[in-house]
């Protein structure tokens, strides 16, 4: 009997406060308990794609773009990203926003995000809430985050979306399916 050996993937992030980089550990966690062979790193501290069969990357969203490092990293590694299995996602305020208005803003995807993913045609792209704190953030962007139906402050991740996108991940590279421990870490 042959077995097929478990896809290697190399799970890579840039944050900015840490949402993106628990984001990161909980598909990395993830795909390890489904069978991968799955490396967790900074995207500044990524390792040789080479022989890396799927790429999982993840940025945090300032400005309306990824960061500067994740942009970076996906320009200077375009060519090897493009003949790679790739999921994106990225970490910002747009999932956690409610009404009408801000949940058609929070669909929207930023132009330059949008660049990237006609770029490198990803498997999947997916923008998650992270965790967003009322303390040092401006009375005008308080405002407009309230505008565009903000409700709270605080840890707005959705763990359950994160756990079915982290599946989604598993099942296109065949993994086994693991037992479900948690929907948190």
Same mark, same amino acid.
Request: proline share 6%; charged share 25%; aromatic share 8%.
């Given at each position: /009997?042959? =077995?097929?050996?478990?896809?290697?993937?190399?799970?890579?992030?840039?944050?900015?406060?840490?949402? =993106?980089?628990?984001?990161?550990?909980?598909?990395?966690?993830?795909?390890? *308990?489904?069978?991968?062979?799955?490396?967790?790193?900074?995207?500044?501290?990524?390792?040789?794609?080479?022989?890396?069969?799927?790429?999982?990357?993840?940025?945090?969203?300032?400005?309306?773009?990824?960061?500067?490092? *994740?942009?970076?990293?996906?320009?200077?590694?375009?060519?090897?990203?493009?003949?790679?299995?790739?999921?994106?996602?990225?970490?910002?305020?747009?999932?956690?926003?409610?009404?009408?208005?801000?949940?058609?803003?929070?669909?929207?995807?930023?132009?330059?995000?949008?660049?990237?993913?006609?770029?490198?045609?990803?498997?999947? %792209?997916?923008?998650?809430?992270?965790?967003?704190?009322?303390?040092?953030?401006?009375?005008?962007?308080?405002? /407009?985050?309230? /505008?565009?139906?903000?409700?709270? %402050?605080?840890?707005? $991740?959705?763990?359950?979306?994160?756990?079915?996108?982290? =599946?989604?991940?598993?099942?296109?590279? /065949?993994?086994? $399916?693991?037992?479900?421990?948690?929907?948190?870490?």
């Amino acid at each position: /009997m042959t =077995t097929t050996p478990s896809p290697r993937v190399a799970v890579l992030y840039a944050t900015a406060q840490g949402s =993106t980089r628990d984001l990161a550990e909980f598909v990395w966690d993830d795909l390890v *308990a489904r069978g991968a062979r799955a490396t967790l790193h900074d995207i500044e501290h990524a390792p040789d794609l080479s022989g890396i069969d799927a790429v999982v990357i993840g940025s945090a969203i300032h400005n309306m773009d990824l960061l500067p490092e *994740a942009s970076a990293y996906l320009r200077h590694n375009r060519d090897t990203l493009m003949d790679t299995d790739i999921w994106l996602f990225s970490v910002g305020l747009g999932p956690a926003l409610r009404g009408p208005i801000g949940r058609w803003v929070g669909r929207q995807v930023p132009p330059k995000i949008a660049a990237a993913i006609r770029m490198l045609r990803p498997r999947d %792209y997916t923008a998650f809430a992270g965790h967003y704190e009322r303390e040092g953030v401006s009375w005008r962007a308080r405002t /407009m985050y309230r /505008m565009l139906g903000g409700a709270r %402050y605080g840890d707005l $991740r959705d763990w359950r979306a994160v756990r079915e996108w982290s =599946t989604g991940i598993g099942d296109a590279l /065949m993994l086994e $399916r693991a037992p479900v421990s948690a929907v948190h870490p």
